[in-house]
């Protein structure tokens, strides 16, 4: 691939760096909100650049109903203290209500220009969550971005879905409701959370649609064979963004998936920083210049490059662009390339 350097993308590229080096955005985890402070902080959050806040007569409310949550089905219906197994222990935990929290998956830049913002709510009334431990590992916390991050895959859910991480169950119990779902195959490596969740939680569970268990590792099942029989395919391994990426690599390493079948928990905000490596990459050959990034993130540009080396054409225009960095298939296929 070549870049043409036109005004232009010259422009685009002025526009991708600033925001990447826009910090205002990530001042307001933590930050007090009120009724009656709302406005203000609206408009903060717009001064800040946040696109959601921008241009609108009437914002997005800043508030998540704590009534609504702890009523939704999952939560009204299921009991998680009722566990009681040598192996799970758990703790109600106050949890603050009025402070900004990160409440969904990275909100992708309506431009693709690179100024993408966190979900930034509150709950309405402080609340109690649950703390859920596997022996002294802090294992699940049930909290109102868990069930966010999950609703839509389970939205997509179709057919006979097959799901990696079967933690409290809440995706298995949303695919479930699901019209859509016939049924679902659970993937989990831990015998200790099968048993549990067989012996407490299921039982709560109200369907006549099958459930199967297979124990196994994700990265020994997750292979073409194995799916093949399978419509949907949902995977949630992982505790956060900063171990997401390298696992989800290495499972695409194994065996590519499509969009159309397959999702991946919280995936933009994994692949958050690989819309920024390809900017960078696309910055760097532009001017011939040699792409230097954070060692860390040294095997994602090589990926990057020898993904880029294949397509022989010649790119003079700004949309080309935001599509190859924003893309969620090819960032899959970039991925899936092995490099030694």
């Known amino acids: 691939m070549e870049i043409n350097r036109t005004d232009q ?45 921008n241009n609108q007569d009437i914002p997005p409310s800043l508030f998540i109903s704590a009534d ?33 929290f990160n409440s969904d998956v990275i909100q992708k830049d309506p431009n693709r220009e690179l100024n993408d913002w966190m979900k930034l709510r509150a709950m309405d009334r402080n609340f109690e969550a649950l703390y ?24 997509h859910a179709h057919g006979h879905v097959l799901t990696y991480g079967l933690g409290i169950g809440y995706f298995l119990y949303m695919a479930l409701a699901n019209p859509n779902v016939t049924e679902v195959t659970v993937v989990e490596k831990s015998i200790e959370v099968i048993a549990m969740f067989k012996n407490f939680i ?43 990426l390298p696992i989800i690599t290495k499972l695409l ?20 920083i690989m819309w ?4 960078l990459y696309f910055e760097a050959i532009s001017n011939n210049r040699k792409i230097e990034v954070n060692p860390m993130y040294d095997i994602y540009m090589r990926k990057i ?10 790119i003079s225009d700004v949309d080309t662009l935001k599509f190859y960095m924003y893309d969620t298939d090819i960032s899959r296929r970039i991925l899936s390339i092995k490099v030694g």
């Open 9 to 53: 993308i010259e422009a685009f590229f002025k526009r991708c760096i600033t925001n990447i080096q826009n910090d205002r955005k990530n001042e307001f985890i933590g930050m007090h909100v009120t009724k009656k402070s709302e406005k203000k902080v609206q408009k903060m959050l717009a001064d800040a650049g946040i696109p959601e806040f």
């Open 132 to 155: 859920l431990y596997q022996g002294d590992m802090d294992w699940m916390f049930d909290a109102p971005s868990e069930a966010a991050t999950n609703n839509v895959p389970a939205s």
């Open 276 to 279: 920024t490596l390809i900017l």
């Open 202 to 244: 299921f039982p709560q569970f109200i369907t006549d649609k099958p459930v199967h268990f297979i124990e196994a590792d994700a990265f020994d099942y997750f292979n073409k064979d194995n799916h093949k029989n399978y419509d949907y395919i949902y995977v949630d391994i992982w505790q956060s963004s900063q171990d997401g």
């Open 68 to 100: 609504e949550w702890e009523n939704t089905p999952y939560h009204k219906n299921i009991h998680l203290d009722w566990i009681k197994d040598a192996n799970f222990t758990f703790e109600k935990g106050k949890i603050a209500g009025y402070e900004l």
């Open 305 to 314: 490059d020898q993904y880029f080396q294949t397509i022989d054409k010649t």
């Open 253 to 272: 390493e194994q065996c590519y998936e499509p969009v159309s079948k397959a999702d991946f928990w919280i995936e933009d905000s994994c692949l958050e």
